[in-house]
Nanobody
């Protein structure tokens, strides 16, 4: 099993940047592909980005492509989401998720482990 704890959220202005972190417990972090998802009030959970076990393959939602970067440090058991050029539409609770597989996935149902989330609010 793996436990996930996100951090780094906050209130920022449009155009600002934030870096989210997701720290994982356990000694087999490199066996898991990771993903970031977000959910706003009244909306369904939305895929943001995913990364494979080694960090060599990433995939993004069209809405964040070119602005967000997912990367991982397996030595630190941590996956990150660098968010640049933030927009009010990016306001949401951001959760990281883990799946015991080498390849990432864009479907939330493919993940077996979830963190509690961290709030990101972007003002205009």
């Amino acid at each position: 099993q793996v436990q996930l704890v996100e951090s780094g959220g906050g209130l920022v202005q449009a155009g600002d940047s934030l870096r989210l972190s997701c720290a994982a417990s356990g000694r087999t972090f490199s066996s898991y592909a990771m993903g970031w998802f977000r959910q706003s009030p009244g909306k369904e959970r939305e895929f943001v980005a995913t990364i494979n076990w080694s960090g060599g393959s990433t995939y993004y939602a069209d809405s964040v492509k070119g602005r967000f970067t997912i990367f991982r440090d397996n030595a630190k058991n941590t996956v990150y989401l660098q968010m640049n050029s933030l927009k009010p539409g990016d306001t949401a609770v951001y959760c990281c998720a883990a799946r015991r597989a080498y390849a990432g996935a864009s479907s939330g149902g493919a993940y077996g482990y979830w963190g509690q989330g961290t709030q990101v609010a972007v003002s205009s």
